[in-house]
């Protein structure tokens, strides 16, 4: 199928002419950077909610009513699920179809799930670009879930408009509190499983360091050392349930929800939306939609620079023979570096000759 007809059918709705499209920027096919073109222009209109957290914290689950809500409501929802890498096949290890059966179905949901293939930190290096597909495509929400481990906590934020990060209580997730880049990232914190012991000692948890964050923690706790934490919550005003879109700052509210039985969904799906118009009201959103546009440049520069360099034989070849020096201390990888740019840099310019 030529590409031009593929783009038409993709205009025009059909599912199948999607999912080519998805895998054409998922496997960086040739003709890819075309095709991204092409579909810059109706980018946009869709809210990016990414959902992250622990294995095992039932972000499925989560998305899997969350995307209901959304269907009941009449909105149309894209789902792109990233998961650890098959060691035998190099596909998602995890069926996210089988996990969102009652949604899979769905005419008006569409799931991809794509591997990380050792990216760093988790997330799979084409999940913007997928996302941006599927935008253009047309859905109202597009949620992005991702393995949550390490630095794809913070890849999934700088991918969506709200960042939901999905704690429990009973695996040391206290511990993931006093982490500065999930309490950074997070817009909303779900502690899902509220009715396990420990799910009231986790939301105090992550309450208290958003107190921490903003320094209000300590305003009525005495001055002295063994200060109980646990004691201190109390006047901590961090994180209201139902935060006012037209604050001056977002402080995220920590929710309860028990997924197994259905229970805080609802509320999830309210506090998306009244973060939704905060970034509005505030200009957040657009300040992180272009943050996100110049970020993709960058992404394609430094792509097309080592796709250049590295692909070019002279320039593998200058490397090796630099490889005895290097070992016997006589040249650094710095000094190097700056020679390879010095003698191939006109490679970064453009294809060579």
Known sequence: ????????????????????????????????????????????????????GPPGAGKSTITTLLTREYRNAGQTVGIVCVDPTSPFTGGALLGDRVRMERVALDPGVFIRSMATRGSLGGLAAATREVTDVLDAFGFDRIIIETVGVGQSELDVARTADSTVVVLVPESGDSIQTLKAGVMEIADIFVVNKSDRPGADRLRSDVK???????????????????????????????????????????????LRVVAAKEEGIAELGESLDSHFRYLEVTGELRGRRRQRMMERVVEVVERR?????????????????????????????????????????????????
């Open 1 to 52: 199928m030529r590409v031009e007809r593929l783009l038409e059918d993709f205009s025009a709705g059909t599912v199948a002419a999607l999912a080519r499209v998805v895998s054409i920027v998922e496997n960086r096919r040739p003709g890819v950077d075309d095709v991204l073109g092409s579909l810059h222009g109706r980018l946009g209109n869709a809210r990016r909610v990414g959902i992250t």
């Open 305 to 353: 620079m080592h796709q250049r360099l590295w692909n070019d034989r002279p320039a593998k070849q200058w490397l090796e023979n630099k490889i005895d020096e290097l070992e016997a201390g006589s040249v650094t990888p710095y000094a190097v570096a700056d020679d390879l740019l010095s003698a191939h840099g006109h490679l970064v310019r453009g294809p060579s000759a």
């Open 208 to 254: 208290l360091m958003l107190g921490l964050r903003k320094g209000s923690s300590y305003a009525n706790v005495p001055a002295h050392h063994g200060v109980d934490l646990r004691r201190a919550t109390k006047p901590v005003p961090a994180a209201s349930e139902k935060p006012l879109p037209e604050s001056a700052d977002w402080t995220p509210p920590v």
